[in-house]
Nanobody
Framework: QVQLVESGGGLVQPGGSLRLSCAAS????????MRWYRQAPGHERGLVAR????????MYAGSVKGRFTISRDNAKKTVYLQMNSLKPEDTGAYYCNAHFLSVDYWGQGTQVTVSS
């Protein structure tokens, strides 16, 4: 049974930090590119960051570049998103995605709210 379980979301003040985690099970984790998506209320889900299966290659949306860092631990089957210097516009539900060829798995999402 495939599972992606996100954790680490919450309420944080502008300028603060959060670290999201996504624990995977039920598939060959180290074969999949991993991605974090964000969906704000009234908006479509958008790609925030992705990391290759080996962890060597990463990519970020322009709005988070320099503030967010994606990483993975293939031994622990976990992908992380370190979010620093958070802004109110970073508010949304964050979803973990595993992608390989035409296969996509999704987590249930974790809410991040940036507000004073």
């Amino acid at each position: 049974q495939v599972q992606l379980v996100e954790s680490g979301g919450g309420l944080v003040q502008p300028g603060g930090s959060l670290r999201l985690s996504c624990a995977a099970s039920g598939f060959t984790f180290n074969s999949y590119d991993m991605r974090w998506y964000r969906q704000a209320p009234g908006h479509e889900r958008g790609l925030v960051a992705r990391i290759s299966s080996s962890g060597i290659s990463t990519m970020y949306a322009g709005s988070v570049k320099g503030r967010f860092t994606i990483s993975r631990d293939n031994a622990k089957k976990t992908v992380y998103l370190q979010m620093n210097s958070l802004k109110p516009e970073d508010t949304g539900a964050y979803y973990c995605n595993a992608h390989f060829l035409s296969v996509d798995y999704w987590g249930q999402g974790t809410q991040v709210t940036v507000s004073s």
